[in-house]
């Protein structure tokens, strides 16, 4: 009887179901009709005479004797050569990840730790940090970069967007071990264990899934950043996403709209298998960072 009365009504389940496949299909669709038109040229995907010649490739089939052509990826990563700016972004994104989790675990587990009163504020601090617009550190950097002559190279672009992340990390960190036993600490202590043994072989097997979580956010804000490393990185030093925004050309330089849509494609395909290959840590942090230990 009880499992009766909480059943889901037929068409209260009916429902539900139709919003979510409407919701996944919506969500889904600007990414699945951009990797249908990287297959096009431009006249098709961006067609103004009519737009079924993004479905059929009439002028795919035309230029190339098929509706499928693969010319905006070989221009992309042939003749612009994007696998440099992929290599780039990777380095960036490894040591912004490696430094953000390396000072937030051991910031966030000392404060979560300790009784004194600063560390209220110091949380505080690092809050108004993350919320002011990430152009403002950016300019402040400018002048000495320019002064040291360390401008456009991917050192000085690392150092801005772990100032720019680490706030984030800081209080997510902090968050999760804040839901871990202090006891845990004290018992590895009891076996002879210093406070820095209790940290690496006790807390942080305990709280990994959290690391992790807060490592992709990191990860997913360094990949995806366009303010500060489009200002910060000379042409030859470019990430994938100040690439991209110079494949679609400017007032003064003409691009290519079609190498900028294959580079979209090659730069979000990397993405959706991080976060399928990562899916149970992320829940399992998520829900380690929401529920009270």
Request: proline letters at 4%; glycine letters at 8%; aromatic letters at 16%.
């Amino acid at each position: 009887m009880a499992s009766r009365a909480q059943k889901m009504p037929t068409g209260l389940r009916i429902l539900s179901s139709a919003f979510v496949t409407l919701w996944l299909i919506m969500a889904a669709f600007p990414f699945l009709w951009t990797f249908w038109g990287s297959f096009k040229v431009e006249l098709d995907f961006f067609s103004i005479a009519d737009w079924s010649y993004a479905l059929t490739g009439e002028r795919t089939k035309a230029a190339y004797g098929q509706p499928f052509t693969g010319a905006g990826y070989y221009g992309a990563w042939v003749q612009e050569e994007f696998l440099k700016n992929v290599i780039n972004t990777f380095i960036v994104c490894f040591f912004v990840v490696l430094t953000s989790l390396t000072i937030g675990t051991l910031g966030g587990y000392a404060l979560s730790r300790s009784s004194y009163r600063y560390t209220f504020w110091l949380l505080i601090t690092a809050l108004i940090f993350r919320a002011m617009p990430p152009i403002t550190l950016v300019a402040g950097y400018m002048l000495p970069f320019f002064e040291w002559n360390l401008w456009g190279i991917l050192p000085t672009t690392i150092i801005v967007l772990v100032a720019i992340n680490q706030p984030f990390t800081l209080w997510m960190l902090h968050s999760f071990f804040q839901n871990i036993p202090k006891e845990l600490d004290e018992s590895a202590k009891v076996d002879g264990c210093t406070q820095f043994q209790a940290f690496r072989h006790v807390i942080i097997p305990v709280m990994w899934p959290g690391v992790i979580t807060t490592g992709l956010f990191s990860f997913l804000l360094a990949y995806n950043d366009f303010a500060v490393t489009s200002m910060l990185l000379a042409e030859e030093n470019r990430t994938m996403v100040p690439q991209i925004a110079a494949f679609l050309g400017t007032t003064y330089t003409e691009g290519n709209i079609m190498f900028a849509v294959a580079a979209v494609v090659s730069a979000t395909v990397p993405l959706f298998i991080l976060v399928m290959f990562f899916q149970r840590q992320i829940v399992g942090g998520l829900t380690a960072g929401a529920v009270k230990g």
